[in-house]
């Protein structure tokens, strides 16, 4: 019997990764189940020594304790340590290891897409959990340039050094004549309906040579960067792509078995 869940407060209960993991472990013929725990910021040691106590395999974590999970783990690995958090936690045989599938989950969906961020200049916006992993992401495929905007400059240069970006605020990249070739939406807004300002931002960026944009957030029904996208002549990819990759990748750290990223979209209602 595997068993897996995900750690998080009452947004849990709306996850898609249950619907997900219980589809591709019934694919599997595996027997077990994936469930949704939401647990309070007190309760996060006791909730991950429970890991342990009973047995699962693992754990997804999400917002917001994927930092606050750190130092109940038994190790980190080195990307989860570069990151600076842990959305998976993999038990081998009693110890916990903390790990973390998001940057690579990320450069999986952009390979995807067919872009090569290699000798691209790049614009990451935002500054919070997901820019860090995405930011790692993108440090690793060696683009011409790396510049994180976001509304707190102090946050971005933050984030910026290590991984060797540039700064800016959101003013000064709306200032500038910019020909970034990607461009990522970190941040948690991506419908007018959620920030009529960020939506005014992104469609008056002046971006020359613009090929794609990808936006981390997803099932938004009228998304701005999709918008940006379609204005400039650029390619769009939500993050639906990036949830189905981060996943396949944990599922692998806790069974051992590589299973088709194609499973783990049909889990999401999404195409083949
Ligand atoms: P996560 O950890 O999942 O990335 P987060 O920590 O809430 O989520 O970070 C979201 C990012 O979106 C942050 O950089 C946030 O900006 P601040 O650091 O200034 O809070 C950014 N963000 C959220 N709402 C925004 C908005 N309306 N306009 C611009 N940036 C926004």
């Not at 472990?25 to 647990?39: D, K, M, S």
């Not at 709306?174 to 939506?199: F, H, K, R, W, Y």
């Not at 029904?221 to 390619?235: E, K, P, Q, T, Y």
Request: net charge negative; glycine share 12%; hydrophobic share 50%.
């Amino acid at each position: 019997m595997i068993l897996l869940g995900i750690l998080s407060d009452h947004r849990a209960a709306k996850s898609a990764s249950p619907a997900m993991h219980n589809r591709v472990l019934e694919v599997c013929g595996l027997a077990g189940a994936y469930l949704p725990f939401e647990v309070a910021a007190g309760d996060v040691g006791p909730a991950v020594a429970g890991l342990k106590a009973l047995g699962f395999a693992g754990a997804n974590v999400t917002v917001p304790h994927k930092q606050a999970v750190m130092p109940f783990v038994d190790e980190l690995t080195g990307e989860a340590e570069a990151i600076g958090a842990v959305n998976t936690i993999v038990n081998r045989n009693g110890r916990l290891t903390g790990d973390n599938t998001d940057a690579r989950g990320f450069a999986a969906a952009l390979s995807e897409t067919g872009f090569q961020a290699s000798g691209k200049h790049v614009l990451v916006i935002g500054a919070g959990g997901a820019s860090r992993a995405v930011l790692h992401a993108l440090a690793g495929l060696e683009p011409a340039s790396l510049t994180v905007a976001a509304r707190n400059r102090d946050s971005a240069a933050e984030l910026a050094a290590p991984a060797g970006a540039r700064p800016a605020s959101l003013k000064e990249a709306a200032a500038a004549d910019l020909g970034q070739q990607l461009i990522v939406n970190c941040t948690s807004v991506s419908g007018p309906d959620e920030s009529a300002e960020m939506a005014a931002w992104a469609a008056g960026l002046r971006v020359k040579g613009l090929e794609m944009v990808c936006d981390i957030n997803y099932g938004r029904s009228d998304n701005f960067w999709a918008g940006m996208a379609a204005a400039r002549g650029a390619d769009f990819s939500d993050g639906l792509a990036m949830l189905a990759h981060q996943a396949r990748l944990s599922f692998a750290a806790w069974t051992g078995l590589e299973v088709k990223v194609a499973e783990f979209r049909a889990g999401l209602g999404v195409g083949r």
